[in-house]
């Protein structure tokens, strides 16, 4: 079988020992991609196979790998469990994404933050996150000028082109930057996960906060520089 050029050939020699991994290949068209778009959905609960290539990459790449483990752990959870104190947890944590944006912008951008770090933090009853999400999506098709979208753009352009990488490690943004945000269709959880391979030894993870309201089944959005939404 022919793969995509752009495929390493240290993968394609871990895919050829692999039956599993070889039939995922055998069935994507290599000529756009090098890598299935969907390929953790696709490997389903044997995620095992892929660690050797998330090796190749050395410790940056297990970790990666250990995050989507844990990721895919959490998801495939059935608890309905609920955290003692939530309201009061959620929000502690939305206040921890505020400030791990406002960060972002000082230290990385070297901008003025553009949210207020005592912004109000509305919890969304479950009856209206439907609508709720709705109303973000009209803002982002209709190019409304808020956090939420700036952040969309920026911190998106951001990691594909300007973020620097530890060594041999953009190779693997690039190749799974589609696989891994078909895991959740969540950028942020991609940027999450995403981080490990970054050459920021100092630099706490942007989206540590976001990804422990996600592990509560919450996500959080910025439509002024003064209220959060919890949904």
Known sequence: MSYHKDLPQSWIEIIEKDAVLKGIWEEHDSEYEAVPEFLFGLIGDELERL?????????????????????????????????EGKE???KELAKEYIRAMNDLYRNEFEEEPILD???????????????????????WDEEEETPENEFNEVICDWYICELEYKEGCKELKNLLWEAVYNLEEDYKISYYLMWSLADRPAAENPYLPFYKLWCMGYTASFPAEDKVLVY
Do not use: C, H, N, W
């Open 51 to 83: 660690r050797p290539v998330f090796a190749l990459y050395g410790e940056p790449g297990i970790d990666m790998y250990e995050k989507i483990v844990a990721m895919k752990t959490i998801a495939a959870s059935d608890s309905d469990e609920e955290p």
């Open 88 to 90: 009061e947890l959620l």
């Open 117 to 139: 770090e005592d912004a109000e933090i509305i919890l969304v009853p479950d009856e209206e996150r439907d609508s709720v999400i709705e109303e973000l999506q009209e803002s």
